[in-house]
């Protein structure tokens, strides 16, 4: 019929590809996460592997937060735009879209802190960017729980064994699973039946930003919420709570565990929201409120609080960085060639969306109704610069990828110059 012509086709990528690892490598005996262990052997050269590049290598002691102090402390307020920073950042857009907005943040060590920014204030959908927001939930749900041993937290995300079930339905995006036994690594989407700690499914829905893992760690840190120290439950226990649970209460309690921990650290719901479950069958259990956005100034807060130790406390933040550093194949903003000697803390996301167009032929990341591409990185180069940068852009019929590669170069040789 000539009226289904018109129906609009939706593609709500959230997540980007399975390609993007994260996590020291030598972090398997302290996480449990099975393929760190591969990572670790590929750097030992027992499995013959590519290795990380040089900047991906660090060790779990060489990672630290970079605000831990006096200048951390400035940042209660954020600063005035540097004039000079701020005309090298305008000079990079006339040619590009006007979507385009970020905030940038040099908090090198020995120099003051500069700070540009362009729309900061403008809100996005930021696809799978939101998972910072899961990552302080569950992190701030565990504080809860044992709040004066991390170690204790550790080894609970360690041993707490979860099965995907119906919260892993659905996400075309795969996830590693390694068997340590036989050095033989698998990629696949998770099903139902797929059973990893509760470490690992952070991993992935970080590392490989998978919706599956994301929707099975935010109903984790729900259960946490609403069972305290009867935490963990049976099956039994687990399936009897939803069932029993009104869906209104359910909706409270999961935009509480994920939305409190962002306004603890001073991000308004404008600047920073998670509103619904990563997958079709989480969305059902679970009731989403108000929907997601995120503008470039809250992302920029989300970061500066982290290194400050203030996503619920030193310890959590610096676990958070750690899943967020980039160890594997690099991606947009990341894999600028300009970055391969740097440290990279990063996190990308996506949503693109179609509807029917003469002349137009939808693609992945080429959406004509929405196109947003996000960045969210921390960037620690070897002469010692360190900056921030939040990047958001909705450029519609074009996959913004290689802009945000572009954008990575140049921005680094602003921060870099001397």
Known sequence: MKTLKIIIIAFLVIAFQSESMAYPYDGYKTTGIRRLLRLQLIMEGVITDKKPVAGAQKKLNDIHLNLMNSKGDSLSIFPKADPDLQKSINALFPNLDESYSLCLMDITPGRKIRYANRQEKRGFMPGSVA???????????????????????????????????????????????????????????????????????????????????????????????????????????????????????????????????????????????????????????????????????????????????????????????????????????????????????FKSGSLYKCKEEEGFVCGKYKGNVDNYMNSVVIVEQSDGTIYMVTLMSNVLRKNSANDHFALATKIDKIMTKK
């Open 131 to 345: 998972k910072l927001a899961v990552a302080a939930g569950l992190f701030n749900e565990l504080q809860k729980l044992y709040p004066n041993s991390f170690e204790k937290r550790q080894a609970l995300l360690k041993s707490r064994m979860v099965r995907a079930g119906k919260w892993g339905n659905y996400d075309e995006h795969t996830v590693p699973f390694f068997n340590p036994k036989t050095n033989k690594l698998t990629k696949k989407v998770v099903t139902e039946n797929d059973t990893c700690s509760l470490y690992e499914w952070v991993d992935h829905m970080i590392s490989v930003s998978n919706n599956a893992a994301a929707s099975i760690v935010w109903k984790e840190a729900i259960l946490m919420h609403a069972m305290g120290a009867q935490y963990p439950p049976s099956a039994e226990q687990e399936a009897a709570f939803f069932k029993n649970t009104s869906k209104t209460e359910l909706k409270e309690i999961a935009m509480h565990v994920v939305n409190d921990p962002l306004r603890n650290i001073g991000i308004t719901k404008e600047e920073f929201k998670l509103g619904s479950m990563f997958t079709r069958e989480a969305k059902a259990m679970v009731p989403g409120e108000g929907g997601t956005s995120a503008s470039p100034l809250g992302l920029m807060k989300y970061l500066v609080a982290m290194e400050r130790g203030q996503i619920v406390d030193p310890a959590s933040s610096i676990e958070i960085k750690r899943l967020m550093y980039a160890t594997d194949k690099r991606i947009r903003y990341a894999a600028a060639t300009s970055l391969i000697n740097a440290a990279v803390y």
